[in-house]
């Protein structure tokens, strides 16, 4: 299976990853939702498999910027609408693909998980 990593190009921790995945001799695929956008079923196969409070980046300016009322009431609905209509609240990256996703970005994560491929 071929991985994909989900991201936007000019993130620095996706540029790691990404780096990380070369240096490692890790064929991936690269979409970047900032430029492609996401779909709604993509984002609900995500939630079910990690929820969405993992995939959510609340330390992230987009977040941040967000009313408090709005902060404060999201849900999973509130949160797939956001995450569809501004990707930049994704966390980043993504990855698809790797038995499982993956979510950020962490070296021995990477290997633990990739390493077995």
Same mark, same amino acid.
């Given at each position: ?12 921790t996706?540029?790691r ?7 490692h001799?890790?064929?991936?695929a690269?979409?970047?939702?900032k ?9 609900? =196969?995500? $939630?079910? /498999? ?5 995939? %959510?980046?609340?330390?992230g300016? @987009? ?6 009322a709005?902060?404060?009431a ?17 966390? =980043?990256? $993504?990855? /698809? ?5 993956i %979510?950020?970005?962490?070296?021995? @994560? ?8």
């Amino acid at each position: 299976m071929t991985i994909t990593v989900y991201g936007i190009r000019n993130c620095d921790t996706v540029k790691r990853a990404r780096a990380w995945l070369v240096a490692h001799g890790i064929e991936h695929a690269f979409h970047d939702y900032k430029a492609s956008g996401i779909d709604l079923a993509t984002l609900q =196969r995500w $939630v079910g /498999e990690v929820g969405w409070e993992r995939l %959510v980046n609340r330390s992230g300016t @987009t977040f941040r910027k967000l009313p408090e009322a709005e902060r404060a009431a999201l849900d999973a609905a509130a949160a797939l609408a956001l995450m569809l209509a501004q990707p930049s609240v994704i966390r =980043r990256p $993504v990855l /698809e693909g790797a038995g499982g996703l993956i %979510v950020g970005f962490d070296a021995a @994560t990477y290997a633990a998980r990739l390493a077995r491929r």
